[in-house]
């Protein structure tokens, strides 16, 4: 299973726009809230791995 790595780009109510930073991309990903960890803010990182968000 990879592991990836995300940078909180924005929030929005219940979802926010994630930007990987493991890869040269600038795209955003959107994912609901409710599979985010719950003290999240903009500008926190993120990994995901095993289909789970943890704060880094």
């Known amino acids: 299973m990879e592991t990836w790595y995300y940078e909180v780009v924005s929030i929005d ?4 726009n994630l930007r990987r930073t493991d890869v040269e991309t600038e795209d955003v990903k959107l994912v609901a809230r409710a599979l985010l960890p719950e003290d999240i803010y903009e500008g926190c990182r993120l990994k995901y791995e095993m289909f ?3 704060v880094e």
């Open 13 to 16: 109510g219940d979802y926010a």
């Open 52 to 54: 789970q968000y943890f």
